[in-house]
């Protein structure tokens, strides 16, 4: 899983499109190994989403850091009949030697905004598209649904509960990193935990209750086990009638010492099982025992148990977020913006590209609210704060890898400077996205004439 | 990526949620070691899906056969605060032995019938829930989609484009497979070749023609480095001017021995684009240059491709499939049904499950249709075939493992035998899932009450 390195002669640089490797070994024999410029960008925004939040690029330098192909892989593509052994040759030598510019991780971003740019010998730019996509998108396809699930959640705490249902071990562990970026308070996934230094969470499932005759028994044996971390699960049978058990249990777990932290609901109405356990625990003199609620949630879901006033205090979403439900991928796309100098356009009906290597400059009010952003070229001057830092040299990251909890706090600051509507579940219109009169310049008919 | 195997000290046994380690301290505390069975079944299929295809077996087995914890693992669970010396300790022995009987990858199901049973040391079988769902829903997932894409598609060949916007690397690479299972003809995803071997398919993106300031230019080259994988992408700035240059360029190079194979177009109404273009390529002598349509498909819009006769000889999906967009989830559960001999209930809201190590049996007619399945204790006789195969003893797998083509071919198999209803892209109902009488009687109120 780990990006940047081998296990059993495979890396990730065979984490390619076919077409990549037919354009490379063309773009060699015909000599085309100038500069150029690639910007990944997402088209349009999905209909629930009034802001993303850029994430992933910590596992995308790794990946051009380390990318090679190993032994194995340059046998199997000289074997593949498909590619010239002059090319394979070359490919065995090849290293990524560009420069990247890109958003910081947590930084909320629009529709045709550059989140990353590669500047590199066009081969060497073209050979590592699918791995940037596919490492971005993702974590920023979930940071950006998991902003949404932390806002409705209005200060309770969130745990990942979703690698099962994640697609893969891979998107179960950056799916966990990218929903912390984007305000989660932990994860369920232990690789998660150990890889990121994310703190993780559980206690019980249905199964541990069933492998006892006895709910009660199920409930005691977990306590004496684990006596600093006692989450009993109690919707197995009834969870009402199991709350009154955990109340029974709460006064012989404190002779011993141990006190019971929570209980967890998973099925059912949650808000209406979460009032009936409140009340009983309450009247059972356990005001300090939380409530844990699991179960299908989403950002819907939460906010309507939120506003509803269900005495919830941590909800574990796990599918929805993990594969963004309402919405599993964004319209992203990497394209050529200038090779050799020469701005380059696509006129793809709906799939129109701007030209040159740009940047985004973001004007804030007083209050510390977005007002607008500005796509110009890199070497004009934009209004307000560029969003865009050079983040890798001739191969080679110019920072320190960012701490995660830094990273977390930059989201949180970035969603803050949202206006209010970008905030909401149904949000309003972007903020304005000006275009500087270069790149307009650049647009006019007479410079996008069909070659 | 491989499961099975580690790298960097990361195996695939940390795959898994904090409760399974929490509950298997406990139950190792508790003397809790006696067999227990849980099944994997999917609780109910979405609305657009009228059958499941099962897949990922073949990883599942994989990852139970190599399971064991890695040094630095260990290490680290150690250091978490949370799990005994004793519970590490005995997790550094810890290897899978258990029995699996499973669904052989292929095989169409229906909701509530168990695809994978396994049957081990309650902790073992616990410890090893999370990855195994990981791993067989979302094969299943994108295996089932992409039958419903084999279906529309009406025996024009289907190439998968989705590995940039997979979730995850490992997504990419199982999605291709699963596809392949399904029906697919190939993949662009390169280390899916490499791996499952799979026919891999590709040969230009937009940059292609981007970089080179003439289209006409870009093609030539193109077929130049590569005169026996001619497919030239007309659509980067208008697609008749280009289909155009195609048949201008062909003449030249058919005097160099080089034929064109394809052309692709990647925007706008794809229909009527090949209408045009085949109208363009039939005019200018090219009747065999076949037309490839990408962007944005998925089972409906080839279907409505397919129904008006769209002159379109391949389609190459991608996100729509790999993420299986329209349900990128299903309602899968890993249940206890059965600790030290005795049957086990739940009884949680909307989420009841069979009790006891359950068969499928499945009837078909004289012509070879499904007419009904049946739940069955392991040990009754249920009418029809026994779908569930025993395919792992002791932890090693009782049989070679399947060559993917012959997976295919049972998938294959498997569709044809489904009621035509069911086929359909919005399919009637599933057919009836009988429950045996000892199944009925384990249900009995007598049976159930709350422990």
């Known amino acids: 899983m780990p990006s940047g390195s081998e296990r059993d002669g495979v890396s990730d640089a065979l984490l390619l499109d076919q077409y ?15 500069p150029a410029s690639f910007e990944l960008f997402v088209r349009r925004l999905p209909r629930d989403r009034g802001f993303l939040i850029a994430a992933g690029l910590e596992q995308a330098l790794d990946f051009l850091e380390s990318f090679r192909f190993t032994e194995s892989e340059l046998d199997y593509l000289a074997g593949s009949g498909q590619l010239s052994r002059a090319f394979v040759e070359r490919l065995s030598r090849l290293r990524f030697s560009g420069e990247v510019w890109a958003l910081p991780e947590g930084t909320a971003f629009f529709a045709n905004e550059p989140i990353v740019r590669v500047t590199a010998p066009l081969p060497e730019a073209q050979l590592v598209e699918t791995r940037l996509i596919n490492l971005l998108h993702f974590q920023t396809l979930i940071a950006s649904k998991a ?8 200060g309770r705490k969130l745990i990942d509960f979703g690698l099962r249902r994640a697609h893969g071990a891979e998107a179960g562990l950056f799916a966990a990193r990218a929903a912390y970026v984007a305000g989660f308070d932990g994860t369920s996934n232990v ?15 249905h199964s541990f209750i069933q492998a006892h005759e006895d709910e009660a028994l199920a409930f005691e044996r977990f306590a004496v086990t684990h006596p600093d971390n006692v ?16 109340v029974a249990l ?39 025992v939380g409530i844990v609620a699991s179960s299908g949630l989403d950002e819907r879901s939460i906010d309507l148990l939120v506003r509803s006033g269900s005495p919830i205090d941590m909800f574990a979403p796990g599918t929805h977020v993990v594969t963004s439900a309402d919405t599993p991928f964004l319209d992203c796309a990497y394209k050529l913006v200038e090779y050799a100098g020469r701005p380059c356009f696509k006129l793809s009906e709906g799939k129109v590209t701007y030209p ?46 960012a701490k995660l ?28 996205l000006a275009l500087s009169s270069q790149i307009e310049a650049l647009m006019r008919p007479t410079n996008k004439a069909t070659p």
Chains 1, 2 share one sequence.
């Open 231 to 246: 989450v009993l699960l109690i919707d197995t049978y009834d969870t009402e009638a199991a709350a009154e058990k955990v």
């Open 250 to 288: 709460s006064s012989r777990l404190r002779d011993r010492g141990i006190a019971i932290k929570a209980v967890r609901i998973d099925s059912g109405d949650l808000g209406a099982h979460a009032r009936k356990v409140r009340a009983i625990l309450d009247a059972g003199g356990l005001r300090d």
């Open 20 to 34: 990549e490797l037919t354009m490379a070994q063309a773009y060699f024999e015909h000599g085309m190994t100038a």
């Open 405 to 432: 909890t830094d990273v977390r706090r930059r989201a949180a600051e970035s969603i803050v400077s949202l206006p209010l509507r970008l905030r909401a579940l149904d949000p309003g219109p972007p903020p304005p």
């Open 147 to 154: 902003a949404r699930v932390v806002l409705a959640a209005q």
């Open 356 to 401: 040159g290597r740009k940047q985004v400059s973001r004007i804030l009010d007083a209050t510390g609210q977005i007002v607008s952003d500005t796509l110009h070229l890199q070497d004009e001057r934009g209004p307000g704060a560029p969003l865009l830092e050079r983040v890798m040299v001739g191969g080679h990251r110019v920072f320190a890898a």
């Open 191 to 205: 690789q998660a935990g150990a890889r990121f230094d994310i703190p993780s969470y559980g206690t019980m499932a």
